[in-house]
Nanobody
Framework: QVQLVESGGGLVQPGGSLRLSCAAS????????MGWYRQAPGKQRELVAV???????NYAESVKGRFTISRDNADNWVYLQMNILKPEDTAVYYC???????????????WGQGTQVTVSS
């Protein structure tokens, strides 16, 4: 009933850029926080960036100054602009949303299927 679908991943050289997109669809009453996480092989999933419904943002220290998260509240989209990419940014990137499917709640986490980002020369 609720689906998050990511797009925009791929192979890029160090110093290059990619723009990830995520669309939330289905029966949704209200979306609260939306964010991006990533998981490299053999490592724990980590938060990359989060944005609230009011537009407040937070970033992991490793991506500050390079990545920008934004959202389109009207259409339930969230984006991640990634600049000056480094090999250590290589990971599967996952879209996440905290949302209520109906009035009052509950607020539930939903995840996309992930999109691969590979940074290599």
């Amino acid at each position: 009933q609720v689906q998050l679908v990511e797009s925009g991943g791929g192979l890029v050289q160090p110093g290059g850029s990619l723009r990830l997109s995520c669309a939330a669809s289905g029966s949704i009453f209200r979306i609260y926080d939306m964010g991006w996480y990533r998981q490299a092989p053999g490592k724990q999933r980590e938060l990359v960036a989060v944005i609230t419904s009011g537009g407040s943002t937070n970033y992991a220290e490793s991506v500050k100054g390079r990545f920008t998260i934004s959202r389109d509240n009207a259409d339930n989209w969230v984006y991640l602009q990634m600049n000056i990419l480094k090999p250590e940014d290589t990971a599967v990137y996952y879209c996440n949303a905290h949302l209520a499917r109906y009035a009052v709640g509950p607020i539930t986490n939903y995840w996309g299927q992930g999109t691969q980002v590979t940074v290599s020369s």
